[in-house]
T-cell receptor, first 109, second 111 residues
Framework: KNEVEQSPQNLTAQEGEFITINCSYS?????LHWLQQHPGGGIVSLFM???GKKKHGRLIATINIQEKHSSLHITASHPRDSAVYICAVRSEGTYKYIFGTGTRLKVLA | NAGVTQTPKFRVLKTGQSMTLLCAQDMNHEYMYWYRQDPGMGLRLIHYSVGEGTTAKGEVPDGYNVSRLKKQNFLLGLESAAPSQTSVYFC??????????FGPGTRLTVT
């Protein structure tokens, strides 16, 4: 079993829909990252969080440390949000990160 | 600021050839990482460095060597390339508070 699990693996939505991507992890962490990767593109950090909730534009990330779970929400989704979203955790006491396999999101116009 | 840069962007090698991938960052970050990304798998850590002159093995270090002679540069070497090393390689760096910044990636094919 992977130490970082994401769901769903693939997601297709209509423009304007509210989207939720989930990340569960089984190790102790000091931080969790949400990353975005466009097809053929580089990897961009969206959020780094260790507690609570962060918001940036239409993106919201939450984390529940006790339940070892994080969610990434996209409000009013748009075709340009189509990308792979990756959850990564920084293992407690180390500088190393463990990555989920990603959620491939496609938003249709 | 250029952020994190990687050279080359693409490379095709024959089995047994060697090459070096260069990663450079201009953010004065202490920590640098080399990952590989394969279809259906998450990014996997090859080697990392917590400061100039230091390196450490990650999850999949076999067949790779690294050096960090200067703080801004982290080199990944393949001494004798194998088809199993066909992958996309990403370099990343981080400083406090440890958010990772990624390079654009190098697509390597070993035939």
């Amino acid at each position: 079993k992977n130490e970082v699990e994401q769901s769903p693996q693939n997601l297709t939505a209509q423009e304007g829909e509210f989207i939720t991507i989930n990340c569960s992890y089984s190790v102790g962490i000091s931080a969790l990252h949400w990353l975005q990767q466009h097809p053929g593109g580089g990897i961009v950090s969206l959020f780094m969080l260790s507690s609570g909730k962060k918001k940036h534009g239409r993106l919201i990330a939450t984390i529940n440390i006790q339940e070892k779970h994080s969610s990434l929400h996209i409000t009013a989704s748009h075709p340009r949000d189509s990308a792979v979203y990756i959850c990564a955790v920084r293992s407690e006491g180390t500088y190393k990160y463990i990555f989920g396999t990603g959620t491939r999101l496609k938003v249709l116009a | 600021n250029a952020g994190v840069t990687q050279t080359p962007k693409f490379r095709v090698l024959k089995t047994g050839q060697s090459m070096t991938l260069l990663c450079a960052q201009d953010m004065n970050h202490e920590y640098m990482y080399w990952y590989r990304q394969d279809p259906g798998m998450g990014l996997r850590l090859i080697h990392y460095s917590v400061g100039e002159g230091t390196t450490a093995k990650g999850e999949v270090p076999d067949g790779y060597n690294v050096s960090r002679l200067k703080k801004q540069n982290f080199l990944l070497g393949l001494e004798s390339a194998a088809p199993s090393q066909t992958s996309v390689y990403f370099c990343a760096s981080s400083g406090y508070p440890y958010e990772q910044y990624f390079g654009p990636g190098t697509r390597l094919t070993v035939t």
